[in-house]
């Protein structure tokens, strides 16, 4: 069993930054895939950025490439989305998610991944 925990939102200006954390316990997710996806009032949770459990394959929705940068830190078992440039439209409560295994091309569904963490909010002011 894994437990996930996001932090790190907020409330910012557009052009602003955050970085989103989302920190694993229960078990090492070392070769696990960890994605961010987020959820926008009124809309369908949506694919944002994953990263494999090697670290050596990143993707990253268009409407965030350039803005945002997915990374990971084995040794404290804790992902990190750094967010920059945010606009109005990125306001969303973010999740963190982890798939057991390869990365495959499935990764922008959300069935595909087995652990999620409850959220955090991210709000961008115009």
């Known amino acids: 069993q894994v437990q996930l925990v996001e932090s790190g939102g907020g409330l910012v200006q557009t052009g602003g930054s955050l970085r989103l954390s989302c920190a694993a316990s229960?078990?090492?997710?070392?070769?696990?895939?960890v994605a961010w996806f987020r959820q926008a009032p009124g809309k369908e949770r949506e694919f944002v950025a994953v990263?494999?459990?090697?670290?050596?394959?990143?993707k990253y929705t268009d409407s965030v490439k350039g803005r945002f940068t997915i990374s990971r830190d084995t040794a404290k078992n804790t992902a990190y989305l750094l967010m920059a440039g945010l606009k109005p439209e990125d306001t969303a409560v973010y999740y963190c998610?982890?798939?057991?295994?390869?990365?495959?091309?499935?990764?922008?569904?959300?069935?595909?991944?087995?652990?999620w963490g409850q959220g955090t909010q991210v709000t961008v002011s115009s």
């Open positions: 998610a982890t798939h057991q295994g390869l990365l495959t091309v499935s990764y922008v569904t959300e069935t595909y991944y087995d652990y």
């Open positions: 229960g078990r090492t997710f070392s070769t696990d895939a």
């Open positions: 990263i494999s459990g090697s670290g050596r394959i990143i």
